[in-house]
């Protein structure tokens, strides 16, 4: 079964600073998707990446797939404190209406 | 526009105990309908998905099960639960097989 694998676990960074979270995973990825999570809530869903080196942009929040569509890395520049929360990125399985998660990247902003 | 609501928000249960939740979703008809559970520290596990009435498909062997009575309603049981059901519970939906899933607010339920 296909397995993603997300890093680094936590993350604290200092307001105005940029990060990478990264997810790979163990199988082609069909489809990618980012979301974020509120900290006791619900998962709010960033942006869906499909096609090998295709980059999505959201605010300060970017994310990419790789080329051989097996890792994707989100990106955030100028952090804010609003940033605060757990990231995940999901992937569907190859028979369609699952979708798998990560364990999620815990990320701190300092103000 | 399209909302999902899930309840109770909230719940402290003794070990043995039986569990319902209920996740009923508005502004769409047919929806695929799923059940997540988050522990502590871990990621999402897919516990169950339906794509209809009735049509249940089960990801992980356990004393959980889920129904689904109406189009848009799904419900997460247990007869008896067990400390290691402790978790935040999360339901969603999408209108496809593939795509955007909505979830609802999550309930973060304690088993003593």
């Known amino acids: 079964s296909q397995e993603l694998e997300q890093s680094p676990q936590s993350l604290i960074v200092q307001e105005g600073k940029n990060l990478t979270i990264n997810c790979t995973s163990s199988k082609t990825l069909y489809g990618l998707y980012w979301y974020k999570q509120k900290y006791g809530e619900g998962l709010i869903f960033l942006m869906m990446l499909q096609k090998g080196g295709e980059e999505k942009s959201h605010e300060k929040i970017t994310a990419k797939l790789d080329e051989k569509k097996q890792q994707s890395s989100l990106h955030i520049t100028a952090s804010q404190p609003s940033h605060a929360g757990i990231y995940l990125c999901g992937a569907e399985n190859t028979g369609g209406f699952k979708t798998i998660f990560g364990a999620g990247t815990r990320l701190f902003v300092k103000a | 526009s399209q909302t999902i609501h899930q309840w109770p928000a909230t719940l402290v249960q003794p070990v043995g105990s039986p569990l319902s939740l209920e996740c009923t979703v508005e502004?769409?008809?047919?929806?695929?309908l799923y059940w997540y559970r988050q522990a502590a520290g871990r990621g999402l596990q897919l516990l169950f998905y339906s794509v209809g009435i009735g049509q249940i498909s089960s990801e992980v062997p356990q004393n959980l099960s889920a129904s689904r009575p109406q189009d848009r309603q799904f419900i997460l049981s247990s007869k008896k639960l067990l400390l290691s059901d402790s978790g935040f519970y999360l339901c969603?939906?999408?209108?496809?097989?593939?795509?955007?899933?909505?979830f609802g607010e999550g309930s973060r339920l304690t088993v003593l």
């Open positions: 969603a939906w999408t209108a496809g097989n593939t795509g955007e899933l909505f």
């Open positions: 502004g769409t008809s047919n929806p695929n």
